[in-house]
């Protein structure tokens, strides 16, 4: 099979100020590195204590909910960092993604899932949904995240399968898309009706304010204990996990609702230089037709869909990068569990 790609993509940034530079420090983790942003200010807490004496809280906190709530998007701004892709598209993240925030003697380790599964049976999905209940068995607590004002018969679902033994809190995402906020009442009773949360806190996790409210409301939860992760740590995932979600989002926001979500991004391989890294990728879909809507009239929507991940491949790493992108046909590459190993899926 001839793969397609448009010309490596490979003139850098110059004459920009710095970018928050990222490193891989050795912290012990779930994944294959912890990308974190290097800080040496001030004393460091050790033994499960802070310098004054305060006891260390630390736990595991688990986002779910239906697709397109927003959870990654929450996830990014409790981070303080894009750690996981957002986009419009339906089961947009599919691995278990776990961001860090240390905010005085409490951090968080929150893990972003993928929406519960329920409309296909693909091995796609059914992987999707073996995550999410994997998670569950782990955390803390639970942030169970609906539209503030809606609830479907798909949020149900969600509902139905979270762990009767653990805190769960309700997260009325989205709430600036509420106009008339006395009609939350009547659907907040309905809620409470539904399940016993512990907490109910409607945010907009595009603002600042309400980020920092919910990380007061969570901290009580978390247990006294030491921390996982070093105080700077952002994610557990690596910085090549981190380019392949840059690329596939770049992918779904560019080919809009016309490319289904059955596409994904393998990093095939990885050099550094220096400060120059040396990326080749290649875009997996289904169909003959769906690489002709990736690569677009003349290859200039892979080179876009290349030149704008290699803009912020850049930033998130502060130098340079030489990305290249193939497009190859994998024909039922969803439905099948040996193909989903192969590209990464737990």
């Known amino acids: 099979m001839t793969d397609n790609t448009t010309p490596p993509d490979d003139s850098a940034s110059e004459g920009k100020p710095p970018a928050t530079g990222y490193t891989l420090p050795p912290i012990p983790a779930a994944g294959s590195g912890a990308t974190s942003l290097s800080s040496d200010a001030g004393p460091k807490p050790s033994g499960g204590k802070m310098p004054d004496g305060t006891a260390q809280r630390c736990g595991l906190i688990a986002i779910v909910g239906r697709p397109n709530v927003g959870k990654s998007t929450l996830l990014n701004a409790l981070v303080g960092q894009k750690v996981s892709i957002t986009s419009n598209k339906a089961q947009t993240t599919r691995h278990r993604i776990t961001g860090v925030r240390t905010v005085e003697e409490a951090q968080f380790?929150?893990?972003?899932?993928?929406?519960?599964?329920?409309?296909?049976?693909?091995?796609?999905?059914?992987?999707?949904?073996?995550?999410?209940?994997?998670v569950l068995s782990d955390v803390d607590l639970v942030l169970f995240v609906v539209e503030a004002g809606r609830f479907g018969l798909?949020?149900?679902?969600?509902?139905?399968?979270?762990?009767?033994?653990?805190?769960?809190?309700?997260?009325?995402?989205?709430?600036?898309a509420v106009h008339r906020r006395a009609e939350l009442a009547p659907w907040l009773k309905s809620m409470q009706e539904r399940r016993n949360f512990s907490e109910f806190i409607p945010i907009s996790a595009k603002k600042q304010s309400d980020v920092q409210r919910l990380f007061k409301i969570l901290k009580p939860y978390l247990p006294e204990q030491e921390w996982f992760y070093d105080e700077d740590a952002l994610t557990d995932r690596s910085e090549k996990f981190l380019a392949s979600e840059i690329i596939r989002?770049?992918?779904?926001?560019?080919?809009?609702?016309?490319?289904?979500y059955t596409s994904t991004v393998v990093i095939d391989k990885w050099e550094d230089e220096g400060a120059l890294r040396r990326i080749s990728a290649s875009i997996v879909v289904e169909r003959d037709a769906h690489k002709g809507m990736v690569i677009g009239q003349g290859g200039e929507l892979l080179k876009r869909i290349g030149?704008?991940?290699?803009?912020?491949?850049e930033h998130l790493?502060?130098?340079?990068?030489?990305?290249?992108?193939?497009?190859?046909?994998?024909?039922?590459?969803?439905d099948s569990e040996e193909h989903l190993r192969s590209y990464g899926y737990e």
């Open 154 to 176: 798909d949020d149900a679902k969600v509902l139905s399968l979270l762990p009767e033994d653990k805190p769960v809190v309700l997260i009325a995402n989205k709430l600036d």
């Open 249 to 260: 989002e770049k992918l779904f926001r560019l080919t809009g609702d016309e490319l289904p």
């Open 109 to 134: 380790v929150f893990v972003d899932t993928p929406g519960f599964q329920t409309k296909h049976n693909a091995a796609l999905n059914r992987n999707l949904n073996r995550t999410v209940h994997g």
């Open 307 to 313: 030149s704008e991940s290699r803009q912020e491949l």
């Open 317 to 334: 790493m502060e130098g340079r990068v030489f990305l290249e992108l193939w497009v190859k046909v994998r024909s039922g590459w969803a």
